[in-house]
């Protein structure tokens, strides 16, 4: 008999600092919790007031699939949407190799590549 192991609560915990709402992920963000991890992060964005900046942070990950990644970008559009830039932190190996897969790799704070708000460009 074959036994898969709980991925656990995809959200370790949150708190906002002024205008920036920082996000801890949990140990896993894969297809068997990505559903409470969207939901999750979508319950903490609209919390008023909105926050300005989001960052995520990915230290503890230890798992991260294509059903998580798609959790992080579906965050991403929300944060597009109520205007607010998003950068992740404390990226994994694991985790990396998967931003990299998906081009992603753009929304790391470390290298200051975080990605705000789609404007137009003023000529």
Do not use: W
């Not at 990505?34 to 903490?44: D, H």
């Not at 929304?107 to 000529?123: A, H």
Request: hydrophobic share 40%; with cysteine.
């Amino acid at each position: 008999m074959f036994f898969r192991e709980t991925p656990g609560p995809p959200i370790a915990g949150s708190e906002r600092d002024g205008e920036t709402l920082h996000v801890r992920l949990g140990r896993c963000a894969v297809l068997g919790n990505s559903l409470a991890l969207r939901n999750g992060l979508l319950e903490q964005l609209h919390k008023p007031p909105p926050p300005a900046r989001i960052l995520l942070d990915l230290s503890r990950l230890d798992r991260l699939d294509t059903a998580g990644v798609a959790a992080i970008v579906e965050c991403l559009v929300h944060a597009r949407r109520i205007d607010a830039g998003l950068a992740l932190e404390g990226v994994t190996r694991q985790g990396l190799r998967m931003l990299e897969l998906f081009h992603l790799e753009a929304l790391l704070s470390t290298g200051g590549g975080e990605v705000g708000p789609e404007r137009e460009r003023e000529p």
